[in-house]
């Protein structure tokens, strides 16, 4: 019996094994990028903040949730107060915690309705905006995989 669960948890482990394999070679074919159990896609044009998250969700996958600040590159991150003014929540519903904020920010720039937010300048780590969710720039999107 015991040999038996042994023999039993090797398949299971073979075919995780066999399954993170063949999703790996797909998203590789498809231009994402592995990175620390997660799958990268970089978008090569620009679109809104709601285009660009529903492009990520067609994918699969959602905007870049920053956990660290080697995701940090200039895009769109899926970070907004849309809901509630002044409520960060990324894009999976958990409120903001940990933030790289640049100078002044967030701040409604000019009156403007900012309740998007862009990595502004990808070497310096606080330098998080908000921007209008309407104006126009690259993403990532972000597929974490677990084995």
């Avoid at 940090?72 to 990324?90: C, F, N, Y």
């Avoid at 209008?132 to 084995?147: R, S």
Wanted: net charge negative; with cysteine; hydrophobic share 30%.
């Amino acid at each position: 019996m015991f040999q038996f669960c042994i023999f039993c948890l090797c398949c299971q482990t073979m075919e995780l094994l066999s399954y993170f394999l063949n999703s790996t070679d797909n998203y590789i074919q498809q231009r994402w990028v592995y990175f620390k159990h997660s799958f990268y896609y970089i978008s090569s044009t620009t679109k809104s903040w709601p285009n660009s998250r529903n492009d990520c969700l067609q994918r699969g996958a959602d905007l870049v949730i920053i956990n660290s600040k080697e995701e940090q590159v200039i895009s769109w991150i899926g970070l907004t107060d849309r809901e509630t003014k002044g409520e960060w929540k990324w894009v999976d519903g958990t409120p903001l915690t940990k933030s790289y904020w640049g100078s002044g920010e967030p701040n409604d720039y000019e009156g403007k309705t900012e309740d998007c937010v862009e990595i502004k300048f990808h070497d310096e780590e606080n330098s998080w905006n908000d921007i209008p969710c309407g104006d126009q720039n690259f993403w990532i999107c972000e597929k974490t995989v677990a084995l």
